[in-house]
């Protein structure tokens, strides 16, 4: 099922750490609970996104808020370092490879919306790289008179002259596929496409397209994903298109994906989501789809020599829960209750291990591996007599390594390394030549000579130690005064990892903050176990967690409740809520973004049907009783002392929606409670579209935590 939502998962990425919602998924329409079991709320109005009144209420609040954090003197200078950083020109161009080419999508303060472009991997290598654009979304919006933003393309093998280019208009999930051709670098006249929607596409061939979206009434989940799946062949109409599969209105969601590898093969598989983490893959073939009987959960990775590479994240066949493996589909089409061998076997993880990513080249797996949430580069080539030969890449010790971009081209791979200090280095590795080479660095951002890193571990409410690193300067003195951003996610295996943050380092280490990261339950730092501890009604543990990281900061001097602050976004902004209204007294800041903060009515807004894999479901009284005690928004009391919280969220928001910050803030407002609020109106769930749009979200953060903390 996460292959799926790969694309489609949350992404707020706030300074550093990412934080992600999962986008796609699950369930039956909860039914509404009867009248008498909740309190008639008082701001439903507010659910209407665009709606007159609530608009003007969002813009009153902005007015206001701006005005206090805009209008601090120190305002002006975070704007102005974080615009540096996000329009710096000599910061990493990522490339994503297309056949042999390198392709880009750059942005600056001449080309807003971005350019996507291409240069060859010799040419990428060179400190000027000799780009040439592919195309303009600047001038494609001004002509168009929209506001699109870059959602990708899919360029399929062996020609790799066509794509479906993905656009979204102000940043939502709903997406525009239209086809492109990458020789006259132009839209197809009479091409393919397909109008917006929550939807996905694979190329079956040329002149052919396996599509899942909104067909019409009926054809979308309680979620808002579809689950109707159907070919689509060249000049036909949408109405024309031929329905291959269909999942239930109940489901999570259903997609196709088309994999191919080196060799030739190609794999088209319709992955139909029951629930957030569980699903069902078919394989469409000559004959019709056929199931393959691959774990409930899992995490498809690639096509390679044939065979599908996938992760379990449950016990399968003799196979433990996070080992990576690889299966003809052959192998697949009939149950087996035989225990797997060595031969399928890629790598299995230890216990304070986990695979954070993995991806195909023409004949190689290459996976990052992480060890007590310190990471490595594996990569990985099929044996003669069967089984896989690792061969591990030296990287910096005590760093985040990533995937950037792989290829069934060839056997090249582009991957980054990093950690809080030391900027990003990206580098090219060739599995065939086993060559390995430094390619980009991004220049450092601040001034780190004085800082330092520490890992400790607290102990939450059921005994089970918490890792945590602090970012510090060398000078810190243990006296509580230390001013302390603590960053956590907790939710849908989610790994929180090292990371290079310019905007962190700039704006707050350089003026003598601390900054923490809190490896909580609930993420993928230590494999499925890691995440399936806080699942539902377990999801205390999760919130203990983060608590006891405070509080250890605490016992260790780090800092106080008086110069202690919390930030998270999405999942992680449930996470802020709930530790806002569970332990107030711990916290001076509590930066809550792009939240879900009323979790008796998730449900129904927005995509929140897709999350009840990981939160549970109201229509369940175990989980209903859970969430009435736990909720922010429906544990919010007066009369209680709170932090003043700042919320920002976004109007084009159609994952989460603003709907949850609203309702939280207008009852606080309600309540006599202090608070600031910021709703941009582009973004999505990022909250910013742009690179202008995030620098001002950063800016008005900081300012608050500034405000907050140091002063």
């Known amino acids: 099922m996460r292959l799926l939502l790969i694309a489609a998962v949350a992404a707020f990425t706030l300074p550093v750490p990412v934080s992600l919602m999962a986008d796609t998924p699950p369930t039956t329409p909860p039914p509404t609970p009867p009248a008498a079991a909740t309190p008639a709320d008082p701001y439903l109005w507010l659910e209407d996104i665009h709606g007159a009144r609530a608009m003007a209420w969002v813009q009153k609040e902005n007015t206001r808020s701006l005005a206090v954090l805009q209008g601090d003197p120190r305002y002006a200078g975070f704007h102005a370092d974080a615009l540096k950083i996000v329009n710096a020109t000599d910061r990493i161009p990522m490339p994503g490879q297309i056949g042999a080419l390198v392709y880009n999508l750059w942005q600056d303060p001449t080309n807003v919306h971005g350019l996507w472009r291409r240069t060859t991997a010799q040419s990428y290598r060179a400190a000027a790289p000799a780009w040439e654009t592919v195309l303009d979304l600047d001038k494609l919006s001004t002509d168009e008179k929209t506001n699109w933003v870059w959602e990708g393309a899919n360029c399929p093998p062996p020609s790799y002259h066509r794509c479906l280019v993905s656009l979204s208009d102000g940043g939502g999930d709903a997406s525009t596929l239209r086809e492109f051709d990458l020789t006259t670098k132009s839209f197809v006249n009479g091409g393919f496409v397909l109008p917006s929607s929550k939807q996905n596409a694979g190329w079956l061939d040329d002149n052919t397209l396996l599509v899942a979206r909104d067909w019409g009434p009926g054809t979308m989940t309680a979620s808002s994903y579809p689950f109707v799946v159907k070919l689509l062949k060249r000049g036909q109409t949408l109405a024309q298109a031929t329905e291959v599969f269909r999942g239930k209105p109940e489901d999570v969601s259903v997609g196709p994906t088309v994999l191919h590898d080196g060799d030739g093969h190609k794999l088209a598989l319709i992955v139909r989501g029951t629930d957030f983490f569980h699903s069902e893959t078919y394989e469409l073939t000559p004959q019709g789809v056929v199931q393959l009987h691959l774990p409930s959960k899992n995490n498809i990775q690639g096509l390679v020599d044939g065979k599908l590479v996938f992760q379990t994240l449950e016990d399968w066949r003799g196979y433990h829960a996070g080992d990576l493996v690889a299966f003809r589909p052959d192998e697949l089409r009939t149950e087996d209750a035989t225990p797997g061998g060595p031969a399928h076997l890629i790598f299995a993880p230890g216990p304070r291990q986990s695979v954070e990513t993995a991806a195909t080249t023409m004949h190689r797996v290459v996976a990052t591996i992480y060890d007590n949430v310190r990471g490595s580069l594996v990569s990985f080539a099929p044996r003669a007599g069967g089984g896989w030969a690792a061969t591990t890449t030296p990287v910096a010790a005590n760093s985040s390594v990533n995937l950037i971009s792989a290829s069934a081209a060839d056997e090249r791979i582009y991957y980054s390394v990093e950690n809080f200090l030391s900027p990003t280095h990206l580098f090219e590795a060739d599995g065939a030549s086993g060559t390995d080479v430094d390619v980009k660095d991004l220049p450092a951002r601040f001034d780190a000579a004085g800082d330092a890193v520490d890992q400790y571990e607290a102990t939450s409410s059921d005994g089970t130690k918490i890792p945590y690193f602090v970012v510090h300067p060398k000078t810190m003195k243990l006296d509580g005064a230390n001013p302390t951003i603590l960053y956590a996610y907790g939710g849908f295996q989610v790994s929180m990892l090292p990371a290079y943050s310019a905007t962190i380092g700039k704006l707050w280490l350089e003026h003598g903050g601390v900054y923490v990261l809190a490896n909580i339950r609930g993420g993928g730092e230590f494999g499925p176990a890691w995440h ?150 582009n973004g999505g769930h990022a909250a910013s579209a742009n690179l202008q749009e995030r620098a001002e979200r950063v800016a008005l953060e900081f300012t608050y935590l500034t405000r907050k903390l140091m002063d």
């Not at 530790?579 to 107030?584: D, K, M, N, R, V």
């Not at 897709?610 to 007066?638: D, I, K, M």
């Open 532 to 681: 399936e501890a806080g699942l539902k009604t377990h999801r205390q543990l999760i919130y203990d967690d983060f608590a006891a990281v405070a509080k250890d900061l605490i016992a260790r001097n780090i800092t106080s409740p008086r110069r202690l602050g919390i930030q998270g976004g999405s999942n992680g902004g449930l996470l802020m809520g709930v530790e806002f209204t569970q332990h107030p007294e711990l916290w001076r800041a509590v930066d809550i973004q792009v939240p879900l903060l009323d979790m008796l009515r998730f449900e129904q807004i927005g995509a929140g049907a897709s999350w009840v894999g990981e939160y549970g479901s109201v229509t369940v009284p175990e989980e209903r009783a859970f969430w009435e005690r736990t909720s922010p928004y429906q544990n919010l009391h007066a009369g209680t002392a709170y932090p003043e919280p700042f919320f920002v969220t976004a109007t084009s928001d159609d994952r989460v929606t603003p709907v949850h910050a609203r309702k939280m803030a207008a009852k606080m407002e309600a309540m006599g409670l202090p608070f600031l609020y910021f709703e941009n109106t």
